[in-house]
């Protein structure tokens, strides 16, 4: 399995984390051997960003690969009176996201990105949710990051959502090096797998998997309603098939998160699964489970079960 770290919460999400136990974090994934690390702009505005690339600097720039995204930038507000962000981050709302998936938004919007990250170039660059502005993202957004791309400002581009119809729009219609799935091919949930994965395949795409633990609420042994879904509150019949299957999972001599891990690893298409983490703690464990994989028992139980 081919680990890497999903930085948003260096952006402080859900919670605070000091600057020392960002760096920290990014230090453990690099000591298990993770070499891929996702920011975005969104993920704090802009702290992600600013930590990962301070705590990478001093590494060997041909040693590790960085995806950001383009498509919300970020926009200083004149009328900030000392109130937080609003969409998750525990941040003060100095600046405002505008969405844009203009040509002059997108290069912008790299710009202050390669800024932030204290670089010259970014290995990835992802439209960032592009299924509510889907034309302008597709037809002006992807054709400037190819412009981009020819530049050499970035390498790989493509496009990164929890939409996968868009995404299999963006494989099928366009040419993208890469997709980035969010929460779509998970162990609770896998719309992905009839339409996007084979396009992927077909296509040569590769498939960044991402938000494997459906945002917490598969990343503990024993799920509760007390778990965030899709960034906010669970709803109790997916709780409920979370906690089926942490059950069958534990008869089986394993655990949920070690089992959502592993099968976000399993279709051919995908090439790197990308897992959050707030604190080396998390990383080593997350490391530790990517290399012990459940008995090949578990997915039949599974499916006779009715959970896959």
Not at 24 to 50: C, I, K, M, N
Not at 111 to 133: C, F, I, K, N, Q
Not at 176 to 197: C, I, N, S, Y
């Amino acid at each position: 399995m081919r680990l890497g770290l999903g930085c948003a919460q260096l952006g402080n999400l859900y919670h605070e984390i000091d600057d020392e136990r960002a760096h920290a974090t990014v230090d453990a994934a690099w000591d298990a051997g993770v070499r891929y690390f996702d920011t975005a702009p969104h993920y704090g505005l802009g702290l992600s960003e600013r930590r990962l690339g301070e705590a990478l600097r001093g590494r060997r720039r041909d040693q590790y690969t960085i995806s950001t995204k383009v498509g919300r930038l970020l926009v200083g507000d004149p009328s900030y009176a000392g109130g937080m962000d609003t969409e998750g981050f525990v941040v003060p709302a100095t600046h405002r996201r505008v969405w844009d998936f203009s040509r002059d938004g997108i290069r912008r919007s790299l710009e202050a990105s390669l800024a932030r990250l204290g670089l010259d170039r970014v290995d990835v660059a992802l439209l960032h949710d592009p299924e509510e502005h889907s034309e302008v993202a597709l037809r002006t957004g992807f054709p400037a990051l190819a412009e981009l791309r020819d530049e050499g400002l970035v390498g790989a581009i493509g496009a990164g959502s929890k939409d996968a119809a868009i995404l299999t729009r963006l494989v099928t219609e366009y040419a993208p090096d890469v997709v980035m799935v969010a929460g779509r091919f998970t162990l609770l949930e896998q719309p992905a797998r009839e339409t996007l994965l084979p396009a992927c395949a077909a296509a040569g795409v590769e498939v960044f998997n991402v938000g494997v633990f459906n945002s917490g609420l598969l990343a503990v042994d024993d799920p509760g309603a007390d778990l965030p879904y899709e960034y906010g509150a669970a709803p109790a019949a997916l709780v409920a098939k979370a906690r089926a299957i942490a059950g069958v999972c534990d008869r089986h001599g394993t655990t949920l998160p070690a089992a959502a891990l592993a099968f976000a690893a399993g279709h051919p298409a995908i090439t790197a699964v990308v897992v959050g983490a707030d604190s080396p703690e998390q990383v080593r464990r997350n490391a530790a489970l990517a290399i012990a994989p459940p008995p090949g028992a578990l997915w039949p139980a599974l499916r006779e079960a009715g959970l896959l």
